[in-house]
């Protein structure tokens, strides 16, 4: 089995890298954005580090977006996210992009406790880069999505931070972009899992307990949030329910589908495109609606 979900993963990977060149090879990193990269939040060496962007010229302590990268919990990385990072930094905000660990050698729930010491070392460098800890938005595509949506859970939920075994530092998340997502992970609630994410939670996620039914511990304390999908996205099923589960906390919640059939899974991350500008943008003015 182990050999089975390391082959699964490397399939997976292939492809993933061949459509990410050809979105983003004619793409260059823009001046207008300060960059310290390489920032190491954790002991796992690559899988912990983070990368902060802040609009050149622009002084003070500014709202912060952390980006938690999609790719199937198996896929993915910092770097590959650099340019749809930036570009959310040039609307005016610090951006932290960060690795974690991935499947199929670390599983679930490995992801949710590096995004909380990426958190906890923001929270301890935060005058360094003059980011501001109590207006924190967290965004997420695809698998990202689904990790910013578990995290935001263990945030607003104390009961399910204790079952998940975390400990969320003095900071204040005040929205999540939840972009292209997968949202309920539990085959208790009547999921077929793919082969992709059973490469994650293994081939028993029963064996996880309530940590694996984070939906059922969303309340009406969650952060506002905004959804986005698109006819093509293959995911795009999974944004109606989390739309009428937010609404029926009464969360601030606001669900848009963009494009047409040929739009497809996580397009906003696709930042030539007029499209991608106008869902990022449209997004980030909802969520600003609730910063301080």
């Not at 983003?24 to 990193?29: C, F, G, H, N, R």
């Not at 679930?108 to 003059?130: C, G, M, Q, S």
């Not at 609630?189 to 490469?199: F, P, T, Y």
């Amino acid at each position: 089995m182990i050999l089975k979900d390391y082959l699964i993963a490397k399939a997976f990977c292939k492809g993933c890298e061949k459509g990410d060149y050809e979105r983003d090879k004619t793409l260059v990193e823009p001046d207008d954005v300060v960059k310290y990269k390489d920032l190491s939040y954790g002991k796992y060496g690559i899988s912990n580090l983070l990368d902060i962007y802040r609009p050149e010229g622009v002084s003070g302590k500014l709202p912060l977006i952390i980006n938690v990268h999609g790719g199937g919990f198996v896929y993915g990385d910092k770097e590959l996210y650099r340019f749809y990072s930036q570009s959310l930094s040039q609307l005016g905000f610090a951006v932290c992009c960060l690795n974690y660990r991935l499947a199929p050698k670390y599983r679930f729930p490995t992801p949710i406790i590096d995004v909380n010491e990426a958190v906890k070392w923001l929270t301890e460098h935060a005058d360094k880069y003059d980011i501001d800890m109590n207006n924190v938005i967290m965004v997420g595509d695809s698998a990202g999505a689904q990790i910013v949506s578990q995290y935001a859970t263990c945030y607003s939920n104390k009961t399910y931070a204790d079952i998940m075994e975390i400990k969320i530092p003095q900071f204040k998340l005040k929205g999540v972009g939840l972009n292209c997502g997968l949202y309920n992970i539990s085959p208790d609630l009547g999921v077929k899992l793919s082969e992709l994410e059973r490469v994650y939670l293994t081939k028993n996620p029963q064996k996880y307990g309530e940590k694996i039914n984070v939906i059922n511990y969303i309340d009406e304390n969650y952060p506002p949030t905004y959804l986005i999908s698109a006819p093509g996205d293959f995911l795009i099923g999974c944004i109606g329910p989390m739309e009428e589960l937010l609404k029926s906390k009464n969360v601030p919640v606001k669900a848009k589908i963009y494009g047409d059939e040929h739009t497809y899974h996580v397009f906003h991350c696709d930042i030539k495109t007029e499209l991608a500008k106008c869902a990022n943008k449209e997004e980030l003015e909802y969520l600003k609606g609730f910063l301080d």
